[in-house]
């Protein structure tokens, strides 16, 4: 019998994290009787006087938030990470590490509605969410070796508030994920002499596979290693090591992009669509002035939908213990994906 991937069991190698994923296309036929999830399409006011995110409304901490136009920033009032406080003693036990961890974690808003999304707003208005994303990684970047631009949407992702926002968690130390990636990234540069992430582009936009979405700045893909069973992925097609790097082309360009890539997963499960989002870059803070050029910048979608939008991927027992495994395959969740239209359902 010869190998077919979209109905044999096989290993997919992620090269950014160095490790396996399983990848099990025949148990897309079993039957599901897991739990079902309450399908996200939530009727959210304009404005709400209990939502803190809200202009004008008064937060849990007493601060005010002010009455904002367009996109506003702020401290988190319950941050994970402060900018003071003790060192911790250092141990000489291999067994019990203890480490420095400092930093700040801001919250920005997109818009002051709240019954908005990305693509409710014009290419304008979503370019002025990617300069303040720039503008706080350039702020925050001065002074930390980490700066983590993250959004969860939806309550099936984390989020409580229904407000268009994301999250900045800025650290003094360099998180696994960063750590991992720029250790594979650096040995694959060595070795080839080009960024892997650039070289991976090529390959996608030969193969056309994987590919959801393109336009002249960017490609957006169904990874080749996804975990997720609709994870994608948004890279340059021309190499930038940061997000500070972007001209006002790609700005523009990521703008639709991004437009694109919600209509689409919403579209899919005519819901709205949970995710969780973020962009990774080359480190900042005391690695502003290393040569870096082995990073390409990227963003990741991480979205836990399975079947429809009541069923979701869990991450338990095998994936727990042993390694990631996902029963649709890579190509066909791009295939999925790719053929939504580009504009979200009304």
């Known amino acids: ?18 490790e ?13 009787s897991g739990q079902v999830e309450t399908p996200s399409v939530e009727i959210v006011p304009q404005f709400d006087p209990t939502n803190p995110l809200c202009p004008g409304v008064t ?3 007493g601060k005010v938030t002010p009455n904002y136009e367009s996109t506003y920033v702020f401290t988190n009032d319950f941050p994970a990470l402060l900018e003071e406080g003790p060192e911790p003693e250092e141990s000489s036990d291999p067994l019990f590490q203890t480490n420095s961890a ?13 019954n908005v999304y990305l693509t409710d707003l014009s290419v304008k208005e979503v ?3 990617i300069e303040e994303w720039i503008n706080q990684l350039s702020d925050l970047g001065n002074k930390y070796n980490w700066v983590q631009i993250f959004e969860n949407r939806g309550a099936m992702m984390g989020c409580s508030n229904p407000h268009p926002h994301c999250q900045i968690w800025a650290s003094t130390f360099l998180p696994n994920e960063a750590r991992i990636k720029d250790v594979n990234l650096r040995e694959y540069y060595e070795k080839y002499k080009r960024p892997m992430l650039m070289d991976y582009v090529e390959r996608e936009l030969e193969k056309k596979e994987r590919i959801v979405y393109q336009n002249d700045e960017w490609l957006v893909v169904v990874p080749y290693w996804a975990v997720w069973p609709f994870e994608t992925m948004v890279l340059p097609k021309r190499q930038m090591v940061r997000f500070s790097e972007a001209d006002a082309k790609q700005k523009e360009a990521l703008a639709v992009t991004l437009q694109v890539v919600v209509a689409k997963y919403d579209n899919l499960f005519k819901c709205n669509f949970p995710y969780s989002m973020g962009w990774h870059g080359a480190p900042t803070g005391e690695h502003l002035n290393e040569c870096s050029p082995h990073w390409t910048f990227h963003g990741m979608y991480f979205p836990p939908l399975l079947r429809s939008a009541t069923i979701k991927k869990f ?3 095998y994936e727990l213990l042993a390694q990631a495994q996902r029963d649709l395959t890579a190509e066909k969740a791009a295939a999925l994906l790719r053929d939504q239209p580009e504009k979200r359902f009304a």
């Open 127 to 129: 370019v002025a969410v």
């Open 315 to 317: 991450m338990v027992g």
């Open 20 to 32: 396996w994923i399983l990848v099990s296309p025949h148990r897309s036929l079993r039957p599901w």
């Open 1 to 18: 019998m010869a190998f077919n991937r979209d109905e044999h069991q096989h290993l997919r190698y992620n090269p950014l994290k160095a």
């Open 59 to 61: 937060r849990a901490s």
């Open 102 to 114: 400092k930093g700040t974690c801001r919250v920005i808003c997109y818009h002051p509605h709240s």
